[in-house]
């Protein structure tokens, strides 16, 4: 799959065989996406356009489907398009904040799908998502701590 060119950075859509998406330049990593997620633009698409372009101007890789951005209704859920009966109650940004996966979400490990050692992966995902936490003991800990958890709590 490539971008053909195409680009949301300027307008907010893209054309022809693109339908909506914006992938990486870098084509391993999106090919890693679709191998390894059920839907490559799942986790993505929650990022708005604008944080989005954040992103690509830092040099991250991600791809955005626009049309899969969900909406938040007034009960708290999330609300997908494509999955209404996937309705999620918190954002990602809220998952890491309360110190989930006892920190470890994002450790150093070794990939049986793409046979290579994964590590720092949380820096393709915006900054936003991560502020105010320490990174090596509570988003890239080798090792799980309960204490992650409850001192956001």
């Known amino acids: 799959m490539q971008n053909d060119g195409e680009d949301l950075r300027s307008n907010g859509t893209a054309s022809g065989k693109a339908s909506k998406m914006l992938w990486s330049s870098d084509?391993?990593?999106?090919?890693?996406?679709?191998?390894?997620?059920?839907?490559?633009?799942?986790?993505?698409?929650?990022?708005?356009?604008?944080?989005?372009?954040?992103?690509y101007a830092r040099g991250r890789t991600s791809c955005v489907r626009m049309d899969l951005i969900p909406s938040r209704g007034g009960d708290g859920e999330f609300r997908f398009p494509d999955t209404p009966s996937f309705r999620p109650n918190l954002s990602p940004k809220e998952i890491f904040q309360s110190g989930s996966f006892g920190g470890t979400y994002f450790r150093p490990i070794y990939s049986s799908v793409v046979r290579k050692r994964l590590k720092d992966a949380w820096k393709e995902f915006p900054d936003e998502w991560f502020e105010g936490l320490d990174i090596q003991k509570q988003v890239a800990s080798p090792l799980y701590d309960v204490q992650a958890i409850y001192a956001l709590v």
């Open 27 to 55: 084509r391993t990593r999106v090919e890693r996406k679709l191998r390894v997620l059920a839907n490559p633009c799942f986790v993505l698409s929650w990022l708005g356009k604008q944080q989005h372009e954040g992103a």
